[in-house]
């Protein structure tokens, strides 16, 4: 918001610090600077900690980041913060980091939800330290792949977030497994994020290009023992054209087993979905 027209918006009328959560929110400002709550109540910046002690202890705001407040909505007072769909797009800008939503959090908003996830996952295109707000445990994955992310829209109380599309999501869950819980939990997401439409193969292949060739495996090995689509050739047509050692299943295993070799994955666990 910028901060003339907070001011043009507070011209006629005398806003004091406690009156500010409710002041933002009826006028559906969802975040706000500490440059901008300065001009808003024509205090000097130093003084804005004091000011707004009170409405932070009786958790009507919060810190998002450094120089950047959100107002909290009454309904999520008891979590101390709004949910973090809804500031997240505000907090990523102020960070000057682009991004989209991933693994477990993606996956959920696309109807995968067989296990809630316990962190908003978003990839990023600097490293983040993991943050808690509120309720919410943030956790940020530095990616190079930013730029070629495959995104969609959704919508939240404050405008739209991209999260990664389903094919994206899908590779991104096969590359990390310890990021997702698990070789059994990736199973259980692709599963799920096939059950409603199948994966777009031209689009996964296009998408390859970004990702290891043991995302790639995973991903094909798991489709074809443990949904009903048609045979992922066009994954396997990548991995033959990798010049690559033989990847692992799960990474977070021993590297003994029996190999795949139409897969070139080295199955050194078992895979026990419960979908």
């Not at 806003?15 to 808003?40: C, F, H, M, N, Q």
């Not at 978003?122 to 992310?149: C, E, N």
């Amino acid at each position: 918001m910028d901060i003339e027209v907070l001011r043009n918006g507070a011209k006629n009328e005398r806003v004091k610090a406690s009156e500010l959560p409710s002041w933002l929110l009826s006028r559906g400002i969802s975040s706000v600077t500490t440059d901008e709550i300065a001009a808003l109540l024509a205090i000097p910046v130093n003084q804005i900690p004091q000011r707004l002690a009170a409405p932070r202890k009786r958790s009507e705001m919060v810190l998002l980041a450094n120089g950047l407040w959100a107002p909290v909505p009454p309904e999520y007072m008891t979590w101390g913060a709004p949910p973090a769909i809804d500031f997240i797009d505000a907090l990523m800008r102020r960070l000057n980091a682009d991004y989209y939503v991933g693994w477990l959090s993606a996956a959920a908003l696309h109807g995968a939800s067989h296990h809630a996830p316990q962190a908003f996952q978003v990839a990023v295109s600097r490293a983040i330290r993991t943050k808690t707000i509120g309720r919410s445990r943030l956790q940020f994955y530095h990616r190079s792949h930013i730029d070629f992310a495959a995104t969609v829209n959704v919508e939240s109380k404050n405008g739209v977030v991209p999260i990664s599309n389903r094919e994206m999501t899908m590779l991104d869950i096969a590359g990390g497994i310890g990021i997702v819980g698990g070789i059994d939990n990736a199973a259980n997401l692709i599963i799920e994020l096939c059950e409603t439409a199948a994966p777009d193969f031209a689009l996964l292949a296009a998408l390859s290009a970004h990702y290891p060739s043991s995302a790639i495996r995973r991903l094909g090995f798991l489709l074809e023992q443990f949904t009903d689509i048609p045979a992922p050739e066009r994954l396997k047509l990548i991995s033959d054209n990798r010049e690559t050692s033989i990847s692992l299943l799960d990474p977070q295993s021993p590297s003994v087993g029996r190999v795949n070799t139409r897969w070139q994955l080295k199955i050194n666990q078992e895979v026990f979905p419960d979908v």
